[in-house]
């Protein structure tokens, strides 16, 4: 996935957020495969585990067995059909999850050559809050973040003002 690029200023701004609210001394299940965020963490001495490439959205298992402190899900649940499942499954009482917005000028994601590279929600930020509050959360903090890139045209115009990512801490009600 991050053959040619690495999202240098996501990465940044999600793991500060991750370390206010996070300490090392709490474990995280990090929904989603072995990625180059999950070893980041590692190498900043968290201790991860991830999910282990099972479709979510039919087995939450990996989840409820899960004896982590924190659940982390960075950029994962746009990728499901029912999100709202698999964050009543969530066993732990901390949560730092981040989502890709909908932007009004781009149509959502989706690989052609990649079924699971593909996203079924882009939510609003109140979207997101709503799902999150319905399945159980709390939400304490949040935060938006631009995706600038260095194409010329309208849309990535766009991009340098328009928020692309929302990242949240919620704990369980």
Known sequence: MYEKT???KRFKLTFSFL?????TKETILDLG????????MVSKGYEVENTKGEDLD????AIKNSNADVV???????????????????TGNKLVASVPLRLWFSSAYRSKTDMRDRHYHEFEDWQFDW??????????????????????GIRPLFRWFTPRYYIVYAERV
Do not use: Y
């Open 6 to 8: 690495f999202p240098n």
């Open 19 to 23: 370390q206010k609210h996070v300490s």
């Open 33 to 40: 495969v072995e990625n180059p965020f999950s070893k980041i």
């Open 58 to 61: 039919i087995d939450t298992s």
């Open 72 to 90: 982390t899900a960075f950029e994962i649940f746009e990728h499901l059909l029912s999100p709202f499942t698999v964050l009543q499954a969530i």
């Open 131 to 152: 799902l999150l509050e319905k399945a159980g959360w709390k939400i304490l903090d949040r935060q938006k973040w631009t995706n600038p890139t260095k194409k010329i």
